[in-house]
């Protein structure tokens, strides 16, 4: 059983998404997305490293043939730089991407700026089709023309920890979903 509060650095946090309640919907997608890609091969793209936590339950029980890769991006968050994200980590070829279907595995889509950047990257690279799974949508701070093909949990504007994704790096570790308490 997860606590209802937590703390995390110097904040408090309140449990938000239990961990059965996350798993229960990743069933869900798992299942969605596997009669949809049944016979595609699809290249998952997990992008760190929030999304890894997500990523390896959602990998685990994909039941059709797949492949997954990673990639990390330097985030500008909270500057007013206008630079496209950097891309510090990336095990992606041409050659695994084209002529494949895609979908990009992230933790949380807030503005959609880093989600809008890749996206438009990995289009040089050809795939046969681009999707998105994001477990978490903002849909208020969505400041970019995205469409989220798949999303786990529409949340409303609030910054949330645990499961992958941290508060000044923390947090990751917690396996259910807690959102900062007012
Ligand atoms: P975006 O580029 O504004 O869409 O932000 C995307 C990234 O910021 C996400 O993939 C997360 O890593 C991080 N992020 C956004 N909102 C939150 C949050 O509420 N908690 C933790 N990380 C977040
Ligand atoms: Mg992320």
Known sequence: MSPAQI??????FELYI?????????NE????????????????????NGS???AADFFKIYPHPCQIEFVKFKSYHGTESNQAPELLLSGLNESDIAE????????????????T???????????????????????EKLRFDLKIDYAGF?????????????YNGYGRNIPAIYRKYE
């Open 7 to 12: 703390d995390v650095e110097d904040l408090r």
């Open 18 to 26: 239990s961990a059965s309640d996350i798993a229960r919907r990743i």
């Open 29 to 48: 997608l798992s299942e969605e997305i596997g009669s949809k890609y049944k016979n595609k091969k699809p290249v998952f793209i997990a992008v760190l």
């Open 52 to 54: 890894f936590v997500f």
């Open 100 to 115: 494949r279907p895609v979908i990009i595995l992230e933790d949380i889509v807030d503005t959609g700026y880093t989600l």
């Open 117 to 139: 950047a890749f996206m438009r990257l990995l289009s040089t690279y050809h795939p046969e089709s681009l999707a998105v799974l994001s477990l978490l949508v903002k849909p």
């Open 154 to 166: 529409n949340i409303s504007n609030e910054f949330v920890v645990g499961y992958g994704m941290d």
